[in-house]
């Protein structure tokens, strides 16, 4: 039978969030059910609660960063155990026999596509699916995480599971590492995470940011240097000298002055999406120095946990401000102002109490 689950939800895109109860299933034979100790905040929580972008289906529970303990397992789950630590990030199914879900790559899948972690289809009790901002949840153990860190470092794993993976993903693909000058354009909840990943990889990183008041945070987080994108002598000072860039502002801007920074056969990758589009970039930009523009999306289910354990090993987590649930609006207005460093996280314990 299924067992009552209690969560905040958005029932409109103009309504706040609000108490809610739902039932989630019991679990199947290959199920892991988790008690939800931390769940992160991402910005696609807000842009989908609020309906910014299409296919907000309500009532809408947010959250795909999820950390927590493992409660029960079904009799074919064979990786994890009543009381291991375990994540859940962005998505929780997809077909599994398409070419992307044969190489690893579900978060690419060509079947059905990726059933996310919520306002997905529910291919268990119809309807869509609910996500992090409850008290707990279950999935397929082949949707399932390790987690290896310290517990006293749960709640700073939490974003790993989108923040994490979005940039591990595109800095693995395209090699980054000893030797490189990567830049990361955008020091938030994605860019203080990529800049982390990045220096970890052993690359020399530095930070473009239109606010010089962030460039000791970017030293402390392993960048080299901040340079202030609005700044044309500096970024002038550093034309075709970059091996990659990750960009990972989400606001439509001008990518011309990034392109124009990388050697050639360089890579700019994005991995924010605007609510509108980016300003088509020059071609000549792109074609006299055989310069790519490229995006990436997540990463798979073993790419996830090979971030997981690349971040235990070189003793990363994410930068984060704990919330209660209760103040889940404010936080999603400080978001909106970019008023947090870098990611705010829900302790579920404010939702059961």
């Given at each position: 039978?299924?067992?009552?689950?209690?969560?905040?939800?958005?029932?409109?895109?103009?309504?706040?969030?609000?108490?809610?109860?739902f039932e989630r299933r019991d679990p199947g034979a290959k199920d892991v059910a988790i008690d939800i100790?931390?769940?992160?905040?991402?910005?696609?929580?807000?842009?989908?609660?609020?309906?910014?972008?299409?296919?907000?289906?309500?009532?809408?529970?947010?959250?795909?960063?999820?950390?927590?303990?493992?409660?029960?397992?079904?009799?074919?789950?064979?990786?994890?155990?009543?009381?291991?630590?375990?994540?859940?990030?962005?998505?929780?199914?997809?077909?599994?026999?398409?070419?992307?879900?044969?190489?690893?790559?579900?978060?690419?899948?060509?079947?059905?596509?990726?059933?996310?972690?919520?306002?997905?289809?529910?291919?268990?009790?119809?309807?869509?699916?609910?996500?992090?901002?409850?008290?707990?949840?279950?999935?397929?153990?082949?949707?399932?995480?390790?987690?290896?860190?310290?517990?006293?470092?749960?709640?700073?794993?939490?974003?790993?599971?989108?923040?994490?993976?979005?940039?591990?993903?595109?800095?693995?693909?395209?090699?980054?590492?000893?030797?490189?000058?990567?830049?990361?354009?955008?020091?938030?909840?994605?860019?203080?995470?990529?800049?982390?990943?990045?220096?970890?990889?052993?690359?020399?990183?530095?930070?473009?940011?239109?606010?010089?008041?962030?460039?000791?945070?970017?030293?402390?987080?392993?960048?080299?240097?901040?340079?202030?994108?609005?700044?044309?002598?500096?970024?002038?000072?550093?034309?075709?000298?970059?091996?990659?860039?990750?960009?990972?502002?989400a606001a439509s801007h001008d990518l011309d002055q990034f392109l124009g920074l990388l050697k050639r056969?360089?890579?700019?990758?994005?991995?924010?999406?605007?609510?509108?589009?980016?300003?088509?970039?020059?071609?000549?930009?792109?074609?006299?120095?055989?310069?790519?523009?490229?995006?990436?999306?997540?990463?798979?289910?073993?790419?996830?946990?090979?971030?997981?354990?690349?971040?235990?090993?070189?003793?990363?987590?994410?930068?984060?401000?704990?919330?209660?649930?209760?103040?889940?609006?404010?936080a999603y207005d400080r978001m909106q102002k970019s008023d947090v460093k870098y990611r705010f996280v829900?302790?579920?314990?404010?939702?059961?109490?």
């Amino acid at each position: 039978m299924p067992t009552p689950a209690k969560a905040y939800a958005a029932q409109s895109a103009t309504t706040p969030l609000a108490p809610f109860s739902f039932e989630r299933r019991d679990p199947g034979a290959k199920d892991v059910a988790i008690d939800i100790l931390f769940c992160g905040v991402c910005h696609s929580d807000l842009h989908t609660a609020r309906a910014e972008w299409e296919g907000t289906l309500f009532p809408c529970v947010p959250g795909h960063e999820i950390v927590g303990r493992v409660t029960a397992v079904g009799s074919d789950v064979t990786k994890f155990k009543v009381g291991d630590i375990a994540g859940v990030g962005c998505m929780v199914d997809s077909c599994g026999h398409c070419a992307s879900c044969n190489d690893g790559e579900e978060q690419y899948c060509e079947g059905t596509g990726f059933v996310g972690t919520y306002n997905g289809p529910d291919p268990v009790l119809g309807g869509h699916t609910f996500g992090g901002y409850s008290d707990h949840i279950v999935v397929d153990e082949g949707f399932v995480l390790k987690v290896g860190h310290d517990e006293k470092d749960l709640a700073a794993v939490a974003p790993l599971l989108c923040a994490g993976i979005t940039t591990y993903s595109p800095l693995k693909h395209w090699k980054v590492g000893p030797g490189q000058k990567v830049g990361i354009v955008g020091l938030g909840g994605l860019g203080h995470m990529g800049v982390k990943i990045a220096a970890a990889m052993g690359a020399e990183v530095y930070v473009f940011s239109t606010s010089p008041n962030k460039r000791d945070d970017a030293r402390r987080l392993g960048a080299k240097e901040l340079i202030v994108s609005k700044d044309a002598d500096q970024m002038a000072e550093h034309a075709n000298s970059f091996d990659f860039i990750l960009n990972t502002v989400a606001a439509s801007h001008d990518l011309d002055q990034f392109l124009g920074l990388l050697k050639r056969d360089g890579t700019m990758t994005l991995v924010g999406v605007p609510e509108t589009p980016h300003p088509s970039p020059s071609v000549g930009n792109l074609v006299f120095r055989r310069r790519a523009l490229a995006g990436s999306l997540i990463g798979g289910i073993a790419e996830t946990q090979e971030m997981l354990d690349f971040c235990q090993a070189h003793g990363l987590t994410a930068d984060i401000e704990m919330i209660d649930m209760q103040d889940i609006e404010t936080a999603y207005d400080r978001m909106q102002k970019s008023d947090v460093k870098y990611r705010f996280v829900i302790d579920m314990a404010s939702l059961k109490n």
